[in-house]
Nanobody, 119 residues
Framework: VQLQESGPGLVKPSQTLSLTCTVS??????????WSWIRQPPEKGLEWMGA???????DYSPSLKSRTSISRDTSKNQVTLQLTSVTPEDTAMYYC????????????WGQGTQVTVSS
């Protein structure tokens, strides 16, 4: 399984960040796998943002719920992240990650994409 993030590397404050994760080697609808977005700001730890399940249900971090939306395009085998009203504090490396429900572990990671919020 391979995950590839894509999207703009630079976003202006107050705009909406949109990232796409393209999955190959496996279907995003395969039972018991969820697809998460995780980010890591500079010199900080990993932060789980939210996920979409194999059945299309979503779950979000309480701290980001009001600004985050995760969706999918099953025809393209893609998962999309949207984060509204971004600020410089949203500057981070963003990762698309698969999680196994059965083993409760993140087993496949994309290489990540750097997003900088700046005017």
């Amino acid at each position: 399984v391979q995950l590839q993030e894509s999207g703009p590397g630079l976003v202006k404050p107050s705009q909406t960040l949109s990232l796409t994760c393209t999955v190959s080697g496996g279907s995003i609808t395969t039972n018991y796998y969820d697809w998460s977005w995780i980010r890591q700001p500079p010199e900080k730890g990993l932060e789980w943002m939210g996920a979409i399940t194999y059945s299309g249900d979503t779950d979000y971090s309480p701290s980001l719920k009001s600004r985050t939306s995760i969706s999918r395009d099953t025809s393209k085998n893609q998962v999309t992240l949207q984060l509204t009203s971004v600020t410089p504090e949203d500057t981070a490396m963003y990762y698309c990650v698969r999680r196994s429900d059965l083993w409760n572990e993140f087993d496949y990671w994309g290489q990540g994409t750097q997003v900088t919020v700046s005017s």
